[in-house]
């Protein structure tokens, strides 16, 4: 079996796997792992581009960083969104006092997370950016790719900062995670510049 079809394979198992589980995992946690996926197709492209490009070497290895970070999000993230659901399945009860706070603590800081794995999916995609501009010319549309899907994993983690805090209408984590949505578009028309200029 190729490389290729290994990859397949194990994304397929991994598909599977989220399709069965119960309780349900959370989309950060996916968007999260996506965000790694790009990070190490762009770590690839830029190793195989070391034969023409002076900083491919580096790229790979802030790849590989993007890549940590994602994982390292992911996991929080898992870790965070499991605690919400829990507090959110808690019934109230009669007399009890600080459910609301907890509730509170509970989905600000899955929305930290989120913000946490946003951001490195904007990183992922100012990267793939970058790879699509300098790498060997027939990996360039594979570097846009990975732009695009970390794209998309930022726009969805910022999607859930928005939701996890409905209740706070002012908080500055959700204008922040407009801002690195917007940063992640910019990158995302940039890698597609590299690919098609006009």
């Known amino acids: 079996m190729t490389g290729d079809a290994e990859t397949a394979v194990a994304l397929s198992r991994l598909a599977e796997r989220l399709a069965l589980a119960s309780p349900v995992e959370g989309a950060g946690v996916v968007a999260a792992g ?20 002076p900083d491919a070497r580096g790229m790979a290895i802030q790849a590989a960083t993007v890549r940590a970070r994602a994982r390292e999000a992911g996991i929080a993230n898992g870790r965070a969104y499991g605690a919400a659901r829990d507090a959110l399945a808690r019934p109230p009860r009669p007399g009890a006092t ?28 100012s990267l793939a950016a970058e790879v699509a501009g300098n790498c060997e010319a027939g990996l360039r549309a594979d570097a846009a790719a990975a732009a695009e899907l970390a794209v998309a994993a930022t726009r ?8 996890n805090l409905a209740l706070l209408a002012g908080d500055h984590r959700r204008e922040r995670a407009y801002s690195i949505v917007a940063a992640a578009d910019r990158s995302g028309v940039a890698a597609r510049a590299a690919v098609d200029p006009g």
Request: charged share 15%; proline share 0%; glycine share 8%.
């Open 156 to 163: 969805s983690a910022a999607t859930l900062v928005d939701v």
């Open 98 to 125: 600080g459910r609301e706070g907890e509730l509170l603590a509970a989905l600000t800081a899955a929305a930290d997370t989120l913000l946490a794995i946003a951001a490195a999916g904007a990183d992922g995609a």
């Open 34 to 53: 996506v965000v790694e996926l790009s990070s190490g197709l762009c770590e690839s492209i830029a190793r195989a581009s070391l034969h023409c490009w």
